[in-house]
């Protein structure tokens, strides 16, 4: 584990380069005042917009989702010499921001460092996975448009390298929370001191129509053939005491390199041990691997260690 991930409680998205005219008429101005043009990836104007825009009527909870790869070593736009790590940049940024997000009551929903990258995409690296929950699109805005939120971005800007942050809602299918009620001492592969609960973080987009690799026509979407070999896994993944811990529909990205991205899934493992009881290529199979490889346009699958997570494993009820 980086030295640095440990301090790294939240993070967030922003290059946030100054403040700028809250009419309507100046709502570009905004944007750019807002967002300026962050060196880790292209803003989403059409999305900045539409979160400036949001009547208070429609306005309401959201997660921001952010996959974080970070520089080596720290670059501050100001030239000031510095021997920090990106990762080092990061930390300080979310250290200083976690009090902003209390007070306009947001909270790190999820923080992970990544462990390995099992699917690469397009073969992009990332460092760390965070989620963080707003009350509102106005308190984001809020929070952004401080001085000293600006004075902190310095170092987000000067430790990421790229990044990946998405506007994001709970799907209307989400498990009972009482699945992650596992005893998880009775687990064939239960944690252990030297091996600690784990996540499986997936970033989906899905084919519109699933293509199979042998061409077979067929009428599936590629959510239904992805879905197809998510019930095949549900037999081997809950007596390993494997559970979804929050799926997320993608609204959009907010900043990033324009790919568009339809959902986020974190899982929730016992031990590594248990992954790799259940990430065999027989277990694979077996559960229609060749479904899920239709489904997908494009996916990052991530191995992340939690610093925060707000849906892991809950104790069982007492009898």
């Known amino acids: 584990m980086r030295p640095a991930r440990s301090l790294a409680i939240v993070t967030l998205l922003v290059a946030a380069l100054g403040c700028g005219d809250a009419s309507t008429s100046g709502v570009d101005a905004k944007i750019d005042a807002l967002f300026g043009a962050?060196?880790?990836?292209?803003?989403?104007?059409?999305?900045?917009?539409?979160?400036l825009e949001t009547k208070p009527e429609d306005d309401g909870p959201f997660y921001m989702v952010n996959f974080i790869h970070h520089r080596e070593h720290a670059e501050y736009r100001d030239g000031r010499p510095t021997e920090l790590t990106g990762a080092e940049a990061d930390a300080l940024y979310n250290l200083l921001v976690l009090p902003m997000l209390a007070d306009i009551g947001a909270q790190p929903f999820y923080v992970g460092g990544v462990e390995r990258t099992l699917?690469?995409?397009?073969?992009?690296?990332?460092?760390?996975i965070a989620v963080v929950l707003y009350a509102s699109r106005a308190k984001f805005i809020e929070m952004i448009s401080r001085p000293d939120f600006?004075?902190?971005?310095?170092?987000?800007?000067?430790?990421?390298?790229?990044?990946?942050?998405?506007v994001t809602h709970p799907a209307p299918d989400q498990l009972p929370e009482d699945l992650r009620r596992v005893d998880l001492a009775k687990l064939p592969f239960p944690p252990t001191a030297d091996d600690q609960p784990?996540?499986?973080?997936?970033?989906?987009?899905?084919?519109?129509?699933?293509?199979?690799?042998?061409?077979?026509?067929?009428?599936?979407?590629?959510?239904?053939?992805?879905?197809?070999?998510?019930q095949g896994r549900v037999a081997q993944a809950l007596p390993l005491g494997v559970r979804p811990a929050i799926k997320l529909d993608v609204e959009a990205e907010l900043i990033g390199d324009g790919r568009g991205w339809?959902?986020?899934?974190?899982?929730?493992?016992?031990?590594?041990?248990?992954?790799?009881?259940?990430?065999?290529?027989?277990?694979?199979?077996?559960?229609?691997?060749?479904?899920?490889?239709?489904?997908?346009?494009?996916?990052?699958?991530?191995?992340?260690?939690?610093?925060?997570?707000?849906?892991?494993?809950l104790p069982p009820r007492e009898p």
């Open 262 to 313: 339809d959902e986020v899934r974190i899982n929730n493992f016992p031990s590594r041990a248990a992954f790799a009881e259940l990430t065999t290529r027989e277990s694979l199979d077996a559960a229609g691997y060749e479904n899920r490889v239709a489904g997908l346009a494009d996916t990052y699958a991530l191995l992340a260690a939690p610093i925060v997570n707000q849906v892991g494993y």
């Open 119 to 128: 699917l690469p995409g397009d073969g992009q690296e990332w460092d760390q």
């Open 198 to 230: 784990i996540n499986l973080v997936h970033l989906i987009r899905f084919n519109e129509t699933a293509q199979y690799a042998d061409g077979r026509p067929t009428t599936l979407t590629g959510r239904e053939a992805f879905d197809l070999y998510e």
């Open 150 to 166: 600006h004075d902190a971005a310095a170092h987000k800007v000067a430790g990421v390298e790229r990044t990946i942050v998405l």
């Open 38 to 51: 962050p060196p880790f990836g292209t803003v989403n104007r059409t999305e900045a917009r539409r979160i």
